[in-house]
T-cell receptor
Framework: AQSVTQLGSHVSVSEGALVLLRCNYS??????LFWYVQYPNQGLQLLLK??????LVKGINGFEAEFKKSETSFHLTKPSAHMSDAAEYFC???????????FGKGTRLSVIA | GAGVSQSPSNKVTEKGKDVELRCDPI?????LYWYRQSLGQGLEFLIY????????KSGLPSDRFSAERTGGSVSTLTIQRTQQEDSAVYLC???????????FGSGTQLSVL
């Protein structure tokens, strides 16, 4: 069975600081991994995805994530936080395409001016 | 419409009543998913429809929950004899077959009093 663990239900950073949201996965087969973002009062939207191509994946709004098989991790980073990045971020895993994604519990990112 | 549409946006009901939640996916999307989002629990998979295949109901928490998808388009999630623990945001998502990019609706906030 696949699962993801997001470390930290709430992360707070200063504007301009590095954003690091942690995600570790468990999968018996090579996984597909995703980060989704939920802005206040909006539906979830795909931020980026890893599907066994390049291990460093770039997404929208300057975010990127690196797949590290040895660490079973897929942490999300952004070099410089912006106020508009404040949202809930969800890591998700799927054993292959078009099967239900298994989501983590989410990490709420706050950005302080 | 341009996105996934869910109705109602908010539903307040009394314990023991039945409720129906509706999802109108993006035109052309053959895959449709229902998830439940509870505070601090992340997204919990409920049910998945793909084309004319039998739905994956493995996430439904009890036999009080059921869903159908008519004509390969609109889906209805029904909760019978609602309980207070059913209170949550119910999210619908759709995608093209084989595409991991899910498009989510804004959800239905269900409150069971």
């Amino acid at each position: 069975a696949q699962s993801v663990t997001q470390l930290g239900s709430h992360v707070s950073v200063s504007e301009g600081a590095l954003v690091l949201l942690r995600c570790n996965y468990s999968s018996s087969v090579p996984p597909y991994l995703f980060w989704y973002v939920q802005y206040p009062n909006q539906g979830l939207q795909l931020l980026l995805k890893y599907t066994s191509a390049a291990t460093l994946v770039k997404g929208i709004n300057g975010f990127e994530a690196e797949f590290k098989k040895s660490e079973t991790s897929f942490h999300l980073t952004k070099p410089s936080a912006h106020m508009s990045d404040a949202a809930e971020y969800f890591c998700a895993v799927s054993p292959k395409g078009n099967t239900p994604l298994v989501f983590g519990k989410g990490t709420r990112l706050s950005v302080i001016a | 419409g341009a996105g996934v549409s869910q109705s109602p946006s908010n539903k307040v009901t009394e314990k023991g009543k039945d409720v129906e939640l509706r999802c109108d996916p993006i035109s052309g999307h053959t895959a449709l998913y229902w998830y439940r989002q509870s505070l601090g629990q992340g997204l919990e998979f409920l049910i998945y429809f793909q084309g004319n295949s039998a739905p994956d109901k493995s996430g439904l928490p009890s036999d009080r929950f059921s869903a159908e998808r008519t004509g390969g388009s609109v889906s209805t999630l029904t909760i019978q004899r609602t309980q207070q623990e059913d209170s949550a945001v119910y999210l619908c998502a759709s995608s093209f077959a084989g595409d991991e990019k899910l498009f989510f609706g804004s959800g239905t906030q269900l409150s069971v009093l």
